[in-house]
Nanobody, 118 residues
Framework: QVQLVESGGGLVQDGGSLRLSCVASGRTFSGYAMGWFRQAPGKEREFVAVVNPSGGSTYYANSVKGRFTISRDNAKNTMYLQMNSLKPEDTAVYYC???????????WGQGTQVTVSS
């Protein structure tokens, strides 16, 4: 199955920007729909954004729409999440995920911490 590794998290001030990356290995990356999810302390994991296998279609949670942009480069086996106008409530561990339709299920990365200070 596919293996996923996220990077790009860190500490940023209110209103700042970060770009997360997710590198995939092990299976054909271009065959998977890919998504970003996040989990804040004491809360359940929630959906952030998803992109279809070709990269031509995206969908966002209302809370991030207009501020975050999901994209992918199938030639590099990499997915991105550009996060602008960050808010303290965006603080969470961000997870990359690949949708394996053969089960079906999401396959998860290990997560990367994003902290937005006020």
């Amino acid at each position: 199955q596919v293996q996923l590794v996220e990077s790009g998290g860190g500490l940023v001030q209110d209103g700042g920007s970060l770009r997360l990356s997710c590198v995939a290995s092990g299976r054909t990356f271009s065959g998977y729909a890919m998504g970003w999810f996040r989990q804040a302390p004491g809360k359940e994991r929630e959906f952030v954004a998803v992109v279809n296998p070709s990269g031509g279609s995206t969908y966002y949670a209302n809370s991030v729409k207009g501020r975050f942009t999901i994209s992918r480069d199938n030639a590099k086996n990499t997915m991105y999440l550009q996060m602008n106008s960050l808010k303290p409530e965006d603080t969470a561990v961000y997870y990359c995920a690949a949708f394996d339709s053969s089960y079906p299920r999401w396959v998860w990365g290990q997560g990367t911490q994003v902290t937005v200070s006020s």
